[in-house]
């Protein structure tokens, strides 16, 4: 069965692209949840016109992405939280505090689109995380955990 993405599913495609899934897939969760729909004849016509008009827009949020790639790569973001004597945090880091702390230093990234490697964080320390800012743009940065 051959859908059209809407939205971006994980593991499966970005959004405005044509699938091919499972026929169960498609008609109990991706159609009903918004996240696709049927690529009959007519939707295939309407998307290659609409992906047509997108194709020059794209190309300047690709650069815009790729711009904020590079500037990434080159911070450390810096993210305080209760640590005991020993090193270890109350709790544990997550994309929700990292989303934070790129805010405070001009980033404007979901939390969504943020994946910590080696999660959870339960100690302080310096750690990497990948942004998925565009198909083909994940940028990899640091980012250090102070105790306060």
């Known amino acids: 069965m051959e859908v059209i993405l809407k939205k971006n599913v994980d593991k499966l495609g970005y959004a405005n692209e044509v699938v ?3 026929p169960g897939y498609g008609r109990n969760f991706l159609i009903p949840q918004g996240y696709a729909v049927l690529a009959t004849a007519s939707a295939k016509k309407a998307h290659e016109e609409v992906m047509r008009q997108k194709a020059h827009k794209e190309s300047k949020v690709l650069a815009e992405a790729e711009a904020i790639a590079a500037k990434l ?5 810096t993210i305080a939280t209760k640590a005991g004597e020993n090193g270890k945090i109350f709790g544990s880091v997550n994309t929700v505090q990292l989303a934070e702390a790129l805010k405070k230093e001009g980033f404007d990234i979901d939390r969504k689109s ?7 964080i339960k100690e302080v320390g310096t750690f990497e ?12 940065f640091k980012f250090e955990v ?3």
Not at 114 to 120: A, R, S, V, Y
Not at 130 to 139: F, S
């Open 146 to 148: 102070v105790g306060e």
């Open 114 to 120: 943020l994946k910590i490697k080696d999660e959870p």
């Open 129 to 140: 995380a990948e942004a998925n800012l565009h198909k083909g743009v994940k940028p990899t």
């Open 20 to 22: 091919t899934v499972k």
């Open 73 to 77: 790569e080159n911070i450390t973001v």
